[in-house]
């Protein structure tokens, strides 16, 4: 049965089969060998979309706004100050009117709840850009950039998360992995791992694939013989300052270091969603290293600048996947 998805949000992966995640991922290669030939692809010519961000971002939003100029959209960007949503107005209500103004509504923000009332409301495809709970489409990103770099093999691959295992980002890997057939670790504090719920249900749909889910805070038991070493920023936006200290406390042995590449398979690649904090060039990590002696928090500058460091094709490929999960829901 061919696939079909026009009409339908993008909200999490679990919602998804593994041949419409298939699908969208082939539907993003193609976008990118359109984009690197320089083949015009402006299939949804005279459609437009608005982007209601919570919380700011870089590459979500250009990600967006490029992907659907290649596609001969019009955008609208409403920062977190430009739209009544959840003040004013509720988010039922904005959900109502941008429905009837735009053809596709992308969301980033906190709550998954309010990703799904402006799907249930606007009568358009809505896409998460980012919540508390999921990130969707950094997914798709990230297993592209697998695919890639092994040959398009990923079956029976390992991937491993360090760090802070219980944010969106080891969430929505643990979900992907499953339903691709990719073995996933996540490797982090006993206390800061994904919820046994989710963990007991992408077990169960690993298993379905021919993979695994482990979760652990042995760092060797983990990393030794991967395909993939993935880590992500030790607070996330939106968590109150005054984690810092526990968080480095905690997660500082999980560091992605050049001895954890070593552990892993000698082709193995290091992916992050960025920004990462990898050296003290900004103002977050300057402060840090004055607050707590770090110089470098989730990864060493060694890694994140090797030749296993995949993280800007990563970043490149949100645009691409991005593209192809606008596509699918707009056009079929």
Known sequence: MPINLSGRPFLRLLDFSTEEIDYLLKLSKNFKDLKRTGTPHRYLEGKNIVLLFQKTSTRTRCAFEVG?????????????????????????????????????IEFRGFAQTDVEDLAANAGVPVWNGLTTEWHPTQMLADILTVQENFNYDIKGKTLVFMGDAANNVARSLMVVCSKLGMNFVACGPKENMPDAELVETCTAIAAENGCTVKCTDDVAEACTGAHVIYTDVWVSMGEPDEVWAERIKHLEKFRVTKEVMAMADPEAIFLHCLPAFHDTNTTI??????????????????????????????????????KAVMYATLCG
């Open 68 to 104: 659907a100029m290649d596609l001969g959209m019009g955008v609208t960007y409403l920062d977190p100050g430009s739209s009544q949503m959840g003040k004013k107005e509720s988010i039922e209500d904005t959900a109502r009117v941008l429905g009837r103004f735009y053809d596709g």
């Open 285 to 322: 990590g300057a402060d840090i290293a004055e607050r707590f002696g770090v110089t470098e928090m989730e990864v060493e500058d060694e890694v994140f600048e090797s030749k296993a460091s995949k993280v800007f094709d990563e970043a490149e490929n949100r645009m691409h996947t991005i």
